[in-house]
């Protein structure tokens, strides 16, 4: 069955340092999400992504962070001047349609800043 | 936006017990997920369901979107089914995100 891959698993940052979270989503899907989960909450949706552009984005997802799609097959995730808030798991997500098609998500990096 | 709301948020069962777990939500929806968090943290996917009934092994769901519910049973509980199940919704009411209960934290005892 086809995977959403996230590298790294588990990365550690001093406060303040530039950290890129990497996602390869499924190769025929076309919507791509950023979704993040602080020890002990819910998930919370970030950012979602379409045709090389954000097309929804939280109110969490401020300045500090961006995504891109830099190739065919990568879609990242900086956060800019990591603080100690932003330690999390961070999930990647994929779909191949809109509307009726379920979510693939990956094992998640998590970030822990220092 | 839309709401999700889970119940119970704990559960304790001894091994081999049954189990139902229910997600409420607020509004129509066009897409519902169960997943399964592991103690590493993996969201695994246990059901894309936004409406009627599946089956999985010892797993099985049932979506009854006009009543804006949806339960998910473990038949003969396992220590391995320990974790969090988390429901997650995409409403129609615009929006191309998924919103996620608070889930339910479950402990399968020996």
């Known amino acids: 069955e086809p995977e959403v891959t996230q590298t790294p698993s588990h990365q550690v940052t001093q406060m303040g340092q530039e950290v890129i979270l990497r996602c390869v989503p499924i190769?025929?899907?076309?919507?791509f999400y950023w979704y993040r989960q602080i020890l002990g909450q819910k998930v919370e949706f970030l950012v979602s992504?379409?045709?090389?552009?954000?097309?929804?984005k939280s109110e969490i997802f401020d300045d500090q962070f961006s995504v891109e799609r830099p190739d065919g097959s990568n879609f990242t995730l900086k956060i800019r001047s990591t603080k100690l808030e932003d330690s999390a798991m961070y999930f990647c997500?994929?779909?191949?349609?809109?509307?009726?098609?379920?979510?693939?998500f990956g094992s998640g990096t998590r970030l822990t800043v220092v | 936006g839309i709401q999700v709301e889970q119940s119970p948020p704990d559960l304790i069962l001894q091994e081999g017990a049954n189990s139902t777990l229910r997600c409420n939500f607020s509004?129509?929806?066009?897409?519902l997920q169960w997943f399964h968090q592991n103690p590493w943290g993996q969201l695994i996917n246990l059901f894309y369901?936004?409406?009627g009934t599946k089956q999985n092994g010892r797993l099985s769901a049932t979506t009854v979107a006009t009543e804006r519910y949806s339960l998910l049973y473990i038949s003969s509980s396992q220590t391995t089914d320990s974790g969090v199940y988390f429901c997650?919704?995409?409403?129609?009411?615009?929006?191309?995100?998924?919103?996620f209960g608070t889930g339910t934290q479950l402990k399968v005892e020996l």
């Open positions: 997500a994929s779909r191949e349609n809109r509307v009726f098609d379920g979510y693939t």
């Open positions: 190769s025929n899907h076309l919507y």
């Open positions: 992504f379409y045709n090389n552009e954000i097309s929804e």
């Open positions: 509004d129509s929806v066009n897409n």
């Open positions: 369901i936004p409406s």
């Open positions: 997650a919704v995409q409403g129609t009411g615009g929006g191309n995100k998924l919103t």
